[in-house]
């Protein structure tokens, strides 16, 4: 019971520092979202269940403090939680710096996708028909800086497990 609470906690640390001081972050350094960071990271040192409940812990908090229709982040945030186990299981396998990268890039893009494809469906499904188009340059720009920032981070957290942990070392059978 203790361990789950720690848990809980600490990913309301982790929405916390992200709500209150990434976000008010200057130019290029609020772009990075350490919720799909700390995802992918669960995802690659925990298993899938313990993920799915952080993922969904958070995308709560995240819908609860969001301006946006109820839902929104959960189904963003789960979804791309989904795509990426399943990248992990079956492109992925191995727990290598380069799956690291390639997971972090798959789950922000698919978070951000899911994100704009369902406030485009919002938008059309509550308006008179008149729509933004979601893959605009500026969003494209947007997910581009957002994904270089979070696999920057990613790579940072590698070396950091890597130095202070066997989990994600590399070995022989002989």
Do not use: C
């Not at 795509?83 to 710096?97: G, Q």
């Amino acid at each position: 019971m203790f361990s789950v609470g720690l848990k809980v906690i600490a990913v309301i640390a982790v929405f916390i520092w992200q709500i209150s001081f990434v976000s008010s972050l200057p130019w290029p350094w609020f772009y990075f979202n350490f919720i799909i960071i700390t995802l992918v990271t669960l995802l690659l040192v925990a298993d899938f269940s313990a993920v799915g409940w952080a993922a969904l812990l958070s995308a709560v908090l995240l819908d609860i403090y969001s301006a946006d229709f109820f839902g929104l982040n959960i189904i963003s945030l789960l979804g791309a939680a989904v795509v990426t186990y399943f990248s992990l299981l079956k492109f992925f396998t191995n727990r290598s710096l380069y799956s690291f990268i390639f997971l972090t890039l798959i789950a922000t893009t698919s978070y951000e996708i899911f994100k704009a494809s369902l406030q485009w469906l919002a938008h059309f499904i509550g308006s008179n028909g008149q729509t933004q188009f979601i893959f605009s340059r500026y969003n494209f720009i947007h997910w581009g800086y957002e994904a270089a920032a979070n696999m920057v981070a990613i790579l940072i957290i590698f070396y950091l497990i890597n130095y202070f942990s066997r989990r994600l070392k590399a070995f022989f059978i002989r």
